[in-house]
Nanobody
Framework: QVQLVESGGGLVQPGGSLRLSCAAS????????MGWYRQAPGKQRELVAR???????????TYADSVKGRFTISRDIAKNTVSLEMNSLKPEDTAVYYC???????????????WGQGTQVTVSS
């Protein structure tokens, strides 16, 4: 079993900053990718940012065009955590943000994607 615990999020004014964090725990042999997705009301879930080691997902750091230059993703390999620093927030960044981690568990030969419970980010004056 793998558990993802998210923290951060909340209400912020336009131009403000927030930091999201996600910690993975449980049966973790290897982590390929850690990242964040978001889903706004009436819209599909979209990738915000992701860091990948390239085992089963595309290697490197990826950002959605809409957040480039404003958001920064970082990963602590030793702690199995991923964070998203969000600056210059805009009302259109309002969404539920989900942590996503691609993990290979002990006793398994395959990687599997896990999702956090989601955390609300609201950008409004």
């Amino acid at each position: 079993q793998v558990q993802l615990v998210e923290s951060g999020g909340g209400l912020v004014q336009p131009g403000g900053s927030l930091r999201l964090s996600c910690a993975a725990s449980g049966s973790i042999l290897s982590i390929d990718a850690m990242g964040w997705y978001r889903q706004a009301p009436g819209k599909q879930r979209e990738l915000v940012a992701r860091i990948s080691s390239g085992a089963v997902t595309t290697y490197g750091t990826t950002y959605a065009d809409s957040v480039k230059g404003r958001f920064t993703i970082s990963r602590d390999i030793a702690k199995n955590t991923v964070s998203l620093e969000m600056n210059s927030l805009k009302p259109e960044d309002t969404a539920v943000y989900y942590c996503n981690v691609v993990i290979r568990s002990y006793g398994s030969s395959m990687y599997k994607a896990y999702w956090g419970q989601g955390t609300q980010v609201t950008v409004s004056s």
